[in-house]
């Protein structure tokens, strides 16, 4: 099967998927073309052998074939017309925004595409921290207590909440922009670096030494294909740094000593997650534990290098994905309706 990986894109986390592409290019035994999307949303093509960081951050990328997107797919043009990209599906590995928060996604529908990747509504809800809490409630998932700050909203800012506390931006990933405050002494510097992020900031409890794990996988047919469970090292948090070591290869990954009745747990709360509204994905769900309950922290739709340092054959995952992806059915018009008022009440 031919692959096309997606890249890049206008967000935060820009260089976080470039980072994962690049590691994609080395873990996963596929025929493979890379696409990078800049941060002008313009479209290269980039060879294998180049598939390097210096390529980006140089700059050298604007050296390489420019494509266009269009029904059908990829193209790029020449002096002779134009020549499809080769591809049977793509891979959406943009993080964040454009790439999460339901663009490609609908990129990807309306050229009816088939891909790897959250479909539309998948990325909405988990793209918002926020509707992710209220999604996993309707399904029956356990999420932490919050508050919902908004810079535009001078009622919400001016609640109350206790400390120490966790202040995210509700629309940003990798942990940019997060700040555990612990008295209202740093609350205000905590308020002003997440502003910078997004308009809207998710107040949390900030519980020491909490246990995170993590969990990956998806459904193929009727069945789950599940990662190891992780438990991540980490400081006070799990910052970004801690976060992307794994992915990026320069760190050991440990599965966690479970019992078999947790395990279930974490298992039973993925599979709420992901069906049906993730059908078509890779996930990863990022998990705490409190009293021997698990709870959701958050739905990584895109996570770093698809989570391939989870999966002891990952490329068999992967390819067994691609060969479920259902693209989104088309809609007959056979215009009877306009034939109707035609044949009934004369010319429309």
Known sequence: MKYAVIFGANSYEHEISIVSAVVLKKVFRADMSFVYCDSLKHFYLIPED?????????????????????QGG???????????LECEIYINLVHGKDGEDGKFASLFEFFNLAYIGPRIEASVLSYNKELTKLYAQKVGVKVLPYKLLKSYDKTSLAQDFDFPCIIK???????????????????????????????????????KDIKEYNLAGCMINDDFIFSMIEEPQKKELLDFEQKYLSFSGNNEVKEAKLDEALKAKFYEA?????????????????????DDEV??????????SLANYLFD????ALERLAKNVKNEK??????????SINASKGKL
Not at 330 to 339: E, P, Q, S
């Open 50 to 70: 180049k598939m390097n960081a210096k390529t980006f951050s140089s700059k050298a990328y604007l050296k390489e074939k420019e494509l266009f997107l269009k």
């Open 270 to 290: 993925f599979k709420k997650i992901y069906n049906p509204l993730f059908k078509g994905a890779l996930i990863r769900c990022d998990f705490f534990v409190i």
């Open 330 to 339: 088309k809609v007959k018009t056979d215009f009877a309706f306009l034939h």
């Open 295 to 304: 709870y959701i922290n958050e739905i990584n739709p895109n996570p770093g």
């Open 169 to 207: 931006p509700a629309r940003l990933g990798s942990s940019i922009g997060i700040s555990v405050v612990k008295d209202k002494s740093e609350l205000e510097y905590a308020k002003d670096v997440g502003f910078e992020f997004d308009g809207e900031l998710l107040i949390e409890p900030f519980i």
């Open 74 to 84: 990829f193209f790029e043009k020449g002096l002779f017309g134009e020549k499809k």
């Open 313 to 316: 054959d990952f490329s068999v």
